[in-house]
């Protein structure tokens, strides 16, 4: 690899049409970007893999990049060089990127100085790499779409990847009373240890009404929802009087009845990151840098895979038997 960034080439994964994963092919040729004005270039360490990855990569997803491109955006490592405009970041100093320009499956990222943060001693490469778009994710759906307050509950339906366990944690520090499902008992077992107060194998055919008897029949304020095409109608029977469920993820539709919303008059409210504002991104980085700096964020990594192992990675991601940790790329 040595000899290759000496020549201004570096290893990336590149996908030239949408499809499966073997649309993701590892060349070892590709030029090292290089950063503009207020741009920078990082040494990737590790890249998160998060499910929407895959989604783009089918083609179905409501935002699509031009092809060829290279997946990735949480991307953790080391400034390689700095944009003219660029004084908050010198050469050697480790960040985590929320977002990249030329996609963080790859040796090297170039990434807008603002989507770009000091990574904490505290934490490992691979750390860095399950922080943006799982714990941004969650302090949005949280708060800014979902308008928690400390004593609420809340139910996070899929507690165990990278995004539940950031809505654990993020929960729990906040002062909500966390409820959390998982597929496994190793799940269970990481989302009671990450700020759940009691947990539920969604595997379980009377899952759901072991949640109604936890609630005292009361049902919860709030439910972060990984998976709205098979949870959602469900979902609308846990609720309290003005429960609200954050739609994180979706594979595919679902019936329910509207009724349901009605009776208690709940909401159903999507959530994307994609569409955050410049000022809701730096509230997110600040929560999340506070919440390093007090020692209650800790992301858990879960399988980390070699960069040439990418479309074992997004096979997994999709039909693995429970989630646990946030999956990682290591180039």
């Given at each position: 690899m040595a000899a290759a960034a000496a020549r201004g080439a570096m290893r990336a994964v590149r996908v030239f049409e949408f499809g499966g994963p073997e649309v993701l092919r590892l060349q070892a040729d590709v030029p090292i970007p290089a950063p503009e004005d207020a741009q920078v270039l990082i040494k990737v360490h590790a890249c998160g893999v998060n499910p929407v990855e895959t989604y783009i990569r089918s083609g179905n997803y409501?935002?699509?990049?031009?092809?060829?491109?290279?997946?990735?955006s949480d991307v953790a490592g080391v400034i390689e060089g700095v944009g003219g405009r660029v004084t908050a970041f010198k050469k050697g100093d480790r960040v985590f990127t929320s977002a990249t320009l030329s996609g963080g499956y790859a040796d090297y990222a170039v990434a807008e100085a603002d989507t770009v943060f000091p990574l904490s001693d505290k934490l490992n490469f691979s750390q860095g790499a399950a922080?943006?778009?799982?714990?941004?994710?969650?302090?949005?759906?949280?708060?800014?779409?979902?308008h928690a307050k400390a004593g609420e509950s809340v139910l996070i339906h899929g507690a165990s990847g990278g995004v539940g366990i950031a809505a654990c944690q993020i929960a729990r520090a906040y002062g909500l009373k966390v409820l959390g499902t998982a597929g496994t008992e190793e799940g269970m077992n990481i989302v009671l240890r990450n700020g759940a107060h009691q947990a539920f194998n969604h595997r379980e055919a009377n899952y759901l009404d072991k949640i109604k008897e936890y609630t005292t029949m009361q049902g919860v304020n709030i439910i972060i929802e990984m998976l709205s095409n098979v949870n959602l109608a469900a979902d609308l029977h846990l609720l309290s009087h003005a429960g609200r469920v954050m739609v994180v993820?979706?594979?595919?539709?679902?019936?329910?009845?509207?009724?349901?919303?009605?009776?208690?008059?709940?909401?159903i409210i999507g959530v994307s990151l994609f569409l955050e504002t410049e000022e809701e991104r730096r509230e997110c980085a600040r929560a999340v840098l506070d919440g390093i700096e007090s020692g209650w964020l800790k992301p858990v990594v879960g399988p980390e895979y070699p960069l040439q192992e990418v479309a074992k990675a997004h096979e997994?991601?999709?039909?693995?038997?429970?989630?646990?940790?946030?999956?990682?790329?290591?180039?």
């Open positions: 409501a935002r699509i990049p031009p092809l060829p491109y290279t997946p990735g922080i943006a778009i799982p714990y941004f994710t969650a302090y949005r759906a949280l708060f800014l779409k979902g993820g979706c594979r595919g539709p679902i019936e329910i009845n509207p009724r349901d919303t009605m009776n208690k008059e709940s909401s997994d991601i999709i039909h693995s038997s429970g989630a646990r940790g946030k999956m990682v790329l290591l180039p």
